[in-house]
């Protein structure tokens, strides 16, 4: 394989372009992840509350749990841009429900980015550790 000086040093500079590229979707990628997480907990919740009566376990943080009776039917929540609302157990429920579907989207596309982009460097890498560069 015959490179010139210049086809070698772009390949350079896509190696590093990607490198920096995906170590940011790295990290919107843990991001999006806890952000589900946090959502399927709520949702769990949400359910959890609408199911019929009698006394609860429900965590509050740090494996802390608080027990009681919750006769509640609206829960207070974010509707974006810092504003809150109470809403009924249904209306929070589809909510949250359209908010993690949304989220599980975006976390599967960060996933198909990463993968092409990891593959795209794996072929740089290759050719440059071919040249003796890497």
Do not use: W
């Not at 040093?9 to 992840?33: G, I, K, M």
């Amino acid at each position: 394989m015959s490179l010139s000086r210049q086809d070698i040093q772009r390949l350079l500079e896509e190696y590093q372009l990607l490198n920096d590229l995906l170590a940011s979707l790295q990290a919107q990628h843990a991001t999006v992840s806890e952000l589900v997480e946090e959502l399927s907990t709520a949702l769990d919740g949400v359910r959890l509350l609408k199911s019929e009566g009698g006394e609860r376990l429900v965590h509050i943080g740090a494996g802390i749990f608080v027990g009681g009776v919750f006769e509640g039917r609206e829960v207070l929540t974010p509707l974006g841009a810092g504003y809150y609302a109470f809403l009924d157990l249904e209306n929070a429920e589809r909510i949250v429900k359209e908010r993690l579907e949304e989220y599980s989207k975006v976390k599967t596309s960060l996933e198909e980015n990463i993968e092409k982009l990891t593959e795209r460097a794996l072929q740089i890498r290759q050719v440059l550790e071919r040249l003796g560069l890497r």
